[in-house]
């Protein structure tokens, strides 16, 4: 019985060591050449969500739409954000707790800093380097995105390619051994 207890906690184990992949920049859009990602919070597994036009950007479950799904472009020496459906990401003012909002047309605010901190990356806005991208109020689904003091741990975001995702979220099964 101990064995087989043994066996099935080293097959999870590998299988979630297998699927551990490095933490790497993402690929920059350009032209035709376009890279989709979900900017992913890593003390949740939630996602940068897009609302609409003028409204505040908020924490989402991964669901593969278009709202979700975020290109990284170059922009003189900082980064834009795009949804999918053409939404950018803005900030403006970017001063302590503004909250971040999505446009197809922005009047600013749009030029962002991508730095590594601890297992991934943070989002910060180029005219205010002491601050970063944050689930205010901490990170729940709905919460809403704001400016937030950087190295703070609910600010550590990674770039998930839209293909390792694409089947939806996984679900693991876990057996219970019967006695």
């Known amino acids: 019985m101990r064995k087989h207890i043994l066996w099935v906690f080293c097959s999870l184990l590998c299988g979630f060591l297998c699927h ?93 800093n991508i730095t590594k901190s601890g297992a991934g990356y943070e989002i910060i806005p180029s005219t205010a380097t002491s601050l970063s991208m944050n689930p205010w109020g901490g990170n729940s689904v709905g919460a809403p995105l704001a400016l937030y003091y950087k190295n703070d741990p609910n600010a550590v975001i990674n770039f998930v390619p839209e293909t390792e995702l694409a089947g939806g979220p996984t679900v693991s099964i876990i057996p219970i051994p019967h006695r």
């Open 20 to 112: 551990i992949q490095a933490q790497t920049f993402p690929a920059i859009s350009s032209g035709e050449n376009e890279y989709w990602y979900y900017i992913m919070f890593n003390t949740a597994d939630d996602v940068v969500t897009a609302k609409g036009e003028g409204e505040v950007a908020t924490v989402g479950i991964p669901t593969g739409k278009a709202t979700q799904l975020w290109k990284v472009e170059k922009s003189a020496n900082n980064y834009t954000f795009t949804s999918k459906n053409g939404q950018k990401l803005y900030v403006t003012p970017a001063t302590y707790s503004t909250q971040l909002r999505t446009s197809a047309t922005p009047s600013g605010g749009t030029r962002f």
